[in-house]
């Protein structure tokens, strides 16, 4: 007999969610071969056994969050013999008083999926939140496996009879979503935070652009970002316990869409490597994002990030700081706008919104202003060998 734990993928991992079974109970697998999916705080990986034998028991369903080094499975021989009860919670076999015998026929009874109006019978667990929340079972129709009654179908209900409105559907979020919905509720609850903006002319930035071969503006941004960062090391930084640690390293925080959430994945040393190489880099990045092959070392150590919606038509926003760090830059849209020259004369400029947030507990405006406009600068004034 074998026990499959849930594995430790990294020294910050706590807990792990099973998102899909591969093996069914009773199917045979072979050591090396994919058991299940795990999905983690940032991504999902495919799981390999560890050992040879027949999958005999799943202990954790799929979609359930479990702590690492929990029990999720059994492998053994198929026609070994082994006692499952020691997983499920179960008391050693004994004899049992008729107090004990009545308790456990009530709870039996309580636990065990009954049939409901449609027929299909209802899960514990729903049975348990409708008697919470006071929702009457009869009427639900059950959405889960053979018409039985869900946690969901409850919920649903629930709030349907509450507001009076009929719920379409409930979306739970994946684990990528509940990070970062944890994430930002506690960078906007902990950090006090301002934004900066600036319109940017981007006239060169475009030419350069045009100039070099297989680069975008994201690329172009990251690499400016880098190169102003150079002069201005305050804001590649992180507070913590009144005390300021500024890095060495520009280690850009690239906020990148995928079709399973929106991520941060993080390109090192921006500061010594050319824009070809970051290019390089942050596709395959993203690459790995859509097919949540993202690994928790593509998470760490980032000192700063660039967030880039202007390929979505967004033109401005106030990005929240993506704690622990300092400093996040929100670039916009690049648009033709008039613009007043200094001689007062007016020209079509394509301009592009740059948005800055800055810790304030460390940062004020006026050494904000001073990164701000750096950056400004560097856009402006921007060259090719500028990203090399």
């Known amino acids: 007999m074998y026990e499959v734990k849930m594995p430790r993928l990294g020294t910050t991992m706590k807990n792990g969610l099973i998102s899909q079974w591969l093996v069914e109970e009773g199917q045979e697998v072979k050591k090396g071969e994919y058991l299940f999916e795990l999905e983690t705080e940032k991504s999902t990986l495919e799981i390999e056994a560890q050992e040879d034998g027949v999958l005999r ?57 009954k049939a409901a109006a449609g027929g299909g019978g209802v899960s514990p667990r729903a ?48 684990n990528v979503q509940r990070t970062m919905a944890e994430n930002i509720t506690n960078s906007w609850q902990t950090i006090p935070q301002f934004t900066q903006m600036v319109t940017v002319d981007m006239s060169k930035a475009l030419e350069v652009k045009k100039e070099i071969s297989g680069i975008s503006m994201n690329d172009i941004i990251v690499k400016t970002v880098s190169n102003a960062v150079k002069n201005y090391r305050y804001v590649n930084s992180r507070f913590k316990d009144n005390e300021v640690t500024v890095f060495e390293e520009i280690n850009v925080s690239v906020a990148v869409n995928s079709s399973h959430g929106l991520v941060v994945p993080v390109v090192r040393n921006t500061e010594s490597k050319s824009i070809g190489e970051i290019a390089s880099e942050i596709k395959e990045l993203a690459e790995k994002a859509e097919s949540k092959s993202l690994g928790m070392d593509d998470y760490a150590d980032g000192t700063i990030t660039v967030s880039n919606l202007g390929s979505l038509g967004i033109e401005s926003g106030t990005p929240i700081i993506n704690a622990p760090q300092s400093t996040i830059v929100f670039a916009g849209a690049t648009r033709k706008m008039p613009v007043a020259t200094e001689s007062g004369e007016v020209e079509v400029v394509p301009v592009m919104g740059l948005s800055i947030c800055y810790d304030h507990r460390f940062i004020d405006g006026v050494a904000g202003a001073g990164f701000t406009k750096e950056l400004q600068k560097a856009f402006e004034n921007i060259k090719a060998e500028d990203l090399k």
């Open 57 to 113: 028991k799943i202990i954790v369903p799929e979609d359930e969050e479990v702590p690492v080094n929990t029990v999720i499975a059994i492998l053994g021989k198929a026609d070994e013999e082994i006692d499952f009860s020691v997983y499920s919670g179960a008391e050693k076999a004994e004899t049992p008083s008729e107090p004990q015998v009545q308790a456990a026929a009530e709870t039996e009874r309580d636990e065990k999926p």
């Open 127 to 174: 049975r348990r939140v409708a008697k919470e929340l006071g929702v009457p079972l009869d009427g639900i129709t059950g959405t889960g496996k053979n018409g039985i009654i869900t946690e969901d179908d409850v919920k649903n209900a629930a709030g349907s009879k509450s507001s009076g409105l009929t719920v379409k559907e409930t979306v739970k979020l994946n």
